[in-house]
């Protein structure tokens, strides 16, 4: 069984920043392209950023290019999110997953419960 439990969201103002972990148990972690997710409220769910299996190649939204960092520590089954310069338009439950390619593809597995991530002064 598959979990994938995030962690690391919390309150910050407009430019500061926040670290998110997500840790992973029931797969492969060390073969699996991995990526965050956010949600915003009334919106879709969209990607935020992507790593691929042994962190050669990272690929970032538009919207948070140059502020955010993905990372991945394989021997813990745990990826990351390093967000700066948060803006509020970053507000949102953030969630990770495996992903079924690095350029295309979707989530793989069922969501977890997310970690929020609120920005306001």
């Known amino acids: 069984q598959v979990h994938l439990v995030e962690s690391g969201g919390g309150l910050v103002q407009p430019g500061g920043s926040l670290k998110l972990s997500c840790a992973t148990s029931?797969?492969?972690?060390?073969?699996?392209?991995m990526a965050w997710y956010r949600q915003a409220p009334g919106k879709e769910r969209e990607w935020v950023a992507s790593i691929s299996t042994l962190s050669s190649n990272r690929k970032y939204a538009d919207s948070v290019m140059e502020r955010f960092t993905i990372s991945r520590d394989n021997g813990k089954s745990t990826v990351y999110l390093q967000m700066n310069k948060l803006e509020p338009e970053d507000a949102a439950v953030y969630y990770c997953?495996?992903?079924?390619?690095?350029?295309?593809?979707?989530?793989?597995?069922?969501w977890g419960q997310g970690t929020q991530v609120t920005v306001t002064s």
């Open positions: 029931g797969f492969t972690f060390g073969t699996a392209v």
């Open positions: 997953n495996a992903k079924s390619g690095f350029t295309s593809g979707g989530p793989q597995y069922p």
